[in-house]
Structures are given as structure tokens and as C-alpha cells.
């Protein structure tokens, strides 16, 4: 079974231009989760959806940053306008729904943001 | 709300010791813990977990953690480890709510 995938793997742009980042869930899984991780603050939980509904968005730095879930295998992080303290790695992650109320997450291998 | 300490930012050992890794939490009710590993350009892969049952559980790659309660600990161990272990290790607890919490994680330097 293929794991998260993330695209782009690389991204470098100028600052003040519209950054998206994509996240395509395992199938079957009900739970996504946004994961920014930089060397000063470590791995941050941005925002994270159960099937496909926003659940918490209180990690989330302030409004340039926004993401949606259109359906089950799709979701983007938005980034507009982009500034270099947004320059990061974002992980998407994806778990699946059980009665124990707590499943592993799951990792792309993540976007490397770089904000000229 | 929970947390997680890992004491240990950085940590060297020579191939073919062992490793403990240290990892503390802080949670109200019964946690559930997580030990992942992440290497250079690599996301995160789960190495194990611990929901209920044996506090000792076993986990990929010849590692194992101990879970106590008494302690609010969850060490991660491998008797022997190999170059390839060099890597980044974060221990996460997580809750009801499907939220996970990491520790800032603890660098893993294998020296020949």
C-alpha cells in the first residue's frame, strides 16, 4: 500500500508569492494532520481534519496560512503571502479511526519550504 | 494538557553497544506512546507504540521500549546498534483527541 505522499519534495520561492503544498493521504485513513518542524521550534502541529472536516486549526501561525480537504485524498497548505520565517519542513501525516481513540500517524516524507 | 521531555539532545555510541534512549511524558489518564525515528531528508516512521497491555513492547529494527507508569517514562533501548541507526529520534504521546505531542528529539551519533 502506497504511504503519504507529498508534493512538491522541494519548493524555493520569493517571498510574497502563494505557496501550496499538497498531501495525499493512505486510503482508509480518516485523520490528517499538517506538521511544520524547524530546528527552534521542533515538530509543530499546524491543523488536522477528520474526514475531510477541519477538527483543530489552533496551531496555525496566523491567517496568511490556510488548508482545505476537499475530499478524502486530497488536502493542501496554503501559504499567502509567503514570508522567510515560513521557510520549514511540512510534514502531512494520516491515521486511521479505531475504538482505542489513538492510532499511529503516518509521515510523507515531507516539503522542504525554502523563502528567498 | 500532555507533553513529552526527552532529556537528551544529542547522543553518540559506538556500533555494537547499546542505546537507552530517555523519554518522559506528562498526561492525566493512560497515555498512549509512540517512538519514531527520522533520518536526514526522511519523514517520520513509527518504530512502536504502547496502547495497554505488557509495559515492554518491541518494536522495528530490534528496538523495544518500557513503559512506567510509576515514572512517567518511556525509554526506548537496542542492545546492539548498527550505523544505520544513526538518525533523529522523536518519543510522542498522544491522546483521545488523535493529537500527538513530541518531545524535541534526541540526534543519534554511531561512531565505527
Known amino acids: 500500500d502506497a504511504g503519504v505522499i507529498q508534493s512538491p519534495r522541494h519548493e524555493v520561492t520569493e517571498m510574497g508569492q502563494e505557496v501550496t503544498l499538497r498531501c495525499k493521504p493512505i486510503?482508509?485513513?480518516?485523520?490528517l494532520f499538517w506538521y511544520r518542524q524547524t530546528m527552534m521550534r521542533g515538530l509543530e502541529l499546524l491543523i488536522y481534519?477528520?474526514?475531510?472536516?477541519?477538527?483543530?486549526d489552533s496551531g496555525m501561525p496566523e491567517d496568511r496560512f490556510s488548508a482545505k480537504m476537499p475530499n478524502a485524498s486530497f488536502s493542501t497548505l496554503k501559504i499567502q503571502p509567503s514570508e522567510p520565517r515560513d521557510s520549514a519542513v511540512y510534514f502531512c501525516?494520516?491515521?486511521?479511526?479505531?475504538?482505542?481513540?489513538?492510532?499511529?500517524?503516518?509521515f510523507g516524507d515531507g516539503t522542504r519550504l525554502s523563502i528567498l | 494538557a500532555q507533553s513529552v521531555t526527552q532529556p537528551d539532545i544529542h547522543i553518540t555510541v559506538s556500533e555494537g553497544a547499546s542505546l537507552e534512549l530517555r523519554c518522559n511524558y506528562s498526561?492525566?489518564?493512560?497515555?498512549?506512546l509512540f517512538w519514531y525515528v527520522q533520518s536526514p531528508g526522511q519523514g517520520l516512521q513509527l518504530l512502536l507504540k504502547?496502547?495497554?497491555?505488557?509495559?515492554l513492547v518491541q518494536g522495528i529494527k530490534g528496538f523495544e521500549a518500557e513503559f512506567k507508569r510509576s515514572q512517567s517514562s518511556f525509554n526506548l533501548r537496542k542492545p546492539s546498534v548498527h550505523w544505520s541507526d544513526a538518525a533523529e529520534y522523536f518519543c510522542?504521546?498522544?491522546?483521545?483527541?488523535?493529537?500527538?505531542?513530541f518531545g524535541a528529539g534526541t540526534t543519534v551519533t554511531v561512531r565505527a
Open positions: 501525516a494520516s491515521s486511521s479511526e479505531s475504538v482505542n481513540g489513538n492510532q499511529p500517524q503516518h
Open positions: 486510503s482508509g485513513h480518516d485523520y
Open positions: 481534519f477528520n474526514n475531510n472536516v477541519p477538527i483543530d
Open positions: 498526561y492525566g489518564a493512560t497515555p498512549y
Open positions: 504502547y496502547f495497554s497491555g505488557d509495559t
Open positions: 510522542a504521546v498522544g491522546s483521545n483527541d488523535y493529537k500527538l505531542s
